[in-house]
């Protein structure tokens, strides 16, 4: 989180809010009692997704800077498998720009969680990748702004 | 041709390999190869609909063309964040 928070605090002096996201490791999901979580990337193509998640977050809120990592392999309850920092002149754009990376990860990000629950376990399986798709970026965008 | 597939979660459980080589004809696509590993494992039909693929770590089309040497990735679903 310190090297995220770096990342946008190059530009001090010109962003006046900065928010952060975590995303943490949940007991319950879906009604199962989640032992661990194992995460597995394609992580040439993760960091190009990334890349092109801050091109386009930067057409939309020129002022803001973001910096996002995830982790891989296995996490246990209450660690953080994301973290989100977006920096911005104001707030607003702030909010939506640290919103805005997080919808589009769990969008494109070629990236996989499996669950290890009480009795078993699960590869989580969520949207089908598609970058082009304009009507998952435009949900993005309107979680964003909401 | 030769091309190098990687698989990813539970494409990489039902193939039962991360990554596998495979003989391809010239003006082969990405889409006839994914049909090529259907008819040896069955258990990915089901995914015909759902998968996202990647040539040489980047987003491609099912029509897109191969090379020889290149990486093709098959992506379920995925579930990050």
């Known amino acids: 989180m310190e090297a995220l928070t770096r990342v946008v605090a190059d530009h001090a002096g010109v962003h006046g809010a900065a928010v952060t996201f975590l995303g943490l490791v949940r007991q319950l999901n879906a009604g199962r009692q989640v032992r661990f979580l194992e995460y597995e990337a394609y992580e040439p193509l993760a960091l190009k997704a990334f890349g092109r998640i801050v091109d386009e977050l930067t057409r939309k809120w020129p002022s803001a800077h973001v910096g996002v990592h995830h982790r891989t392999g296995r996490l246990e309850l209450g660690e953080a498998s994301i973290a989100i920092v977006a920096a911005s002149a104001h707030r607003a754009e702030a909010f939506a720009a640290c919103r805005y990376v997080i919808e589009r990860v769990k969008q494109i990000a070629p990236i996989w969680k499996r669950e290890h629950f009480e009795g078993g376990d699960v590869w989580i399986e969520g949207a089908t990748a598609d970058p082009d798709d304009d009507q998952a970026r435009s949900a993005a965008e309107r979680a964003a702004c909401a | ?81």
């Open chain 2, 1 to 81: 041709m030769r091309v190098t597939v990687r698989l990813f979660a539970r494409l990489r459980e039902i193939v039962g390999a991360a990554e596998v080589s495979r003989d391809v004809t010239p003006g082969a696509t990405v889409g006839a190869l994914w049909q090529d590993l259907v008819r040896e494992r069955p258990d990915l039909s089901r995914y015909e609909r759902s998968i996202s693929a990647a040539v040489n770590a980047d987003y491609a089309r099912m029509d897109r063309e191969l090379h020889d040497g290149d990486e093709i990735a098959f992506l379920p679903p995925v579930s990050g964040g």
